[in-house]
C-alpha cells in the first residue's frame, strides 16, 4: 500500500493536491483536496488500465463543470423543498439554487471547499477536514466535516463521513460520483434492491409518500440500463433517471456491472438516488445520449420535512459517522 500527493491546481491561492492510493493489485483511488472530490479509480482489466468513474484531468475543469463529479455534496445532498426547515422552535431560510428550493446545500457547500489533507505514506487512506460556518453555508452551526477514503488490497473503497457541530444542523453528505464501467453507457446492467421509490413533484422535490417501483422503476432484477430507460420511456414518457430508491440500511444497496466487472454498493443510511448523465457533453445529455450514472447514497433527500424519511439533524457535540461502501470484483 502506498500513498502519493501531487500539486493539482490553486483556488484562491492555496494549493489543490491529488493524492492516489494504490494497492497491492495496482489499482489506484485518486482523490483531490478540493471538494474531496474522488477523482478516478483505475483498475487493471487483463493487464490493462481502466478507469471506472466520469472524472476530469484537469482542475479547471471540476470547477468550470456543474455536476459536482465525484464530488462531495452537503451537508445535505439533495433537495430541501422550498429551501427551508425547521430546527426546534425556530425556521431556517436558505438562498435556494434551484427553483425555489434548494439542492447540495446551495452555492457554497462542501463541494466548493479546499479541504486539508492528511496522510501516511504507506497507509490506504487519505483523511480530509473543512469547517464550515454560517457565513460560508447559511446552516445554521460551525460544523467540522472529516471525510476519510479508504482502499484495501480486495479494491474495497471506504468513504466515511463525519459531522461534529456546536449547534443543532442538519448534516447529511455524500459523493456524487459517476460510474461509468464501460464506454457503451447502455450495457452495463443495474440491479437495486428496492421495492419503493420517492414519489416526487414537478420540482423533483420530495412530497413525502413513496411508490412501489413499476416497470418503468423497477431494477429489482439486473437489467441493461437500456432496456431500464426503455422501459421507463413506455410507463412515462421520460427518458432519464433523476429518482431515488428506498434502501434497507447496511444491505447491499445495489450492484453496477458488464461481462467482465462491476461495483457492489453499500451503505449504512438508507437511500439511493440514481441519475443519468453526459457530463462532459451537454448536448449530447440533451439528446439522452448518456455516459455515466451517478449513484448517491445517503438518507433520502427533504428527510428533515418528512416524516420516515430518516434523521439528518446533527445534535450539537455529538458526533455522527456515516459510511459508504464500493466493493469492486471481476468475472
Avoid at 38 to 50: E, L, P, Y
Avoid at 197 to 202: E, L, P, S, T, W
Wanted: hydrophobic share 35%; net charge negative; proline share 4%.
Amino acid at each position: 500500500m502506498s500513498v502519493t500527493r501531487q500539486l493539482f491546481g490553486t483556488y484562491k491561492a492555496a494549493p489543490v493536491y491529488r493524492y492516489i492510493i494504490e494497492n497491492r493489485r495496482h489499482s489506484k483511488l485518486c482523490v483531490l483536496s478540493y471538494g474531496a472530490t474522488w477523482q478516478d479509480f483505475q483498475v487493471q482489466v487483463k493487464g490493462t488500465t481502466q478507469s471506472l468513474i466520469e472524472h476530469f484531468d484537469s482542475f479547471s475543469e471540476y470547477l468550470q463543470n456543474p455536476y459536482q463529479n465525484g464530488k462531495t455534496v452537503g451537508p445535505v445532498a439533495g433537495r430541501i423543498g422550498g429551501a427551508q426547515f425547521n430546527l426546534g422552535a425556530q425556521t431556517f431560510k436558505l438562498p435556494a439554487n434551484d427553483q425555489g428550493n434548494l439542492i447540495h446545500s446551495g452555492d457554497h457547500g462542501l463541494q466548493t471547499q479546499n479541504f486539508t489533507g492528511t496522510f501516511e505514506a504507506t497507509s490506504n487512506k487519505v483523511t480530509f477536514v473543512q469547517k464550515m460556518t454560517p457565513e460560508i453555508d447559511n446552516f445554521p452551526s460551525n460544523l467540522e466535516v472529516t471525510v476519510t477514503y479508504q482502499l484495501s488490497d480486495n479494491d474495497e473503497i471506504i468513504v466515511t463521513y463525519t459531522g461534529c457541530s456546536d449547534a443543532e444542523t442538519l448534516f447529511n453528505p455524500t459523493s456524487h460520483v459517476y460510474f461509468k464501467l464501460t464506454d457503451d453507457f447502455g450495457a452495463q446492467q443495474l440491479q437495486i434492491n428496492s421495492d419503493q421509490v420517492v414519489a416526487v413533484d414537478h420540482q423533483k422535490v420530495p412530497t413525502g409518500e413513496f411508490l412501489p417501483v413499476n416497470a418503468g422503476y423497477d431494477f429489482r432484477q439486473p437489467k441493461t440500463l437500456a432496456q431500464g430507460l426503455a422501459d421507463l420511456q413506455a410507463a412515462t414518457g421520460h427518458l432519464e433517471f433523476d429518482d431515488t430508491y428506498l434502501l434497507q440500511p447496511g444491505v447491499k444497496a445495489a450492484t453496477l456491472c458488464t461481462d467482465q466487472h462491476g461495483v457492489d454498493l453499500y451503505s449504512d443510511r438508507n437511500g439511493l438516488v440514481i441519475f443519468t448523465a453526459n457530463t462532459k457533453n451537454v448536448a449530447q445529455a440533451d439528446q439522452h445520449q448518456y455516459s455515466a450514472l451517478a449513484m448517491e447514497l445517503q438518507t433520502l433527500p427533504d428527510a428533515i420535512n418528512h416524516g420516515g424519511f430518516g434523521e439528518i439533524r446533527l445534535s450539537k457535540a455529538k458526533p455522527v459517522t456515516y459510511t459508504n461502501r464500493y466493493v469492486y470484483w471481476q468475472r
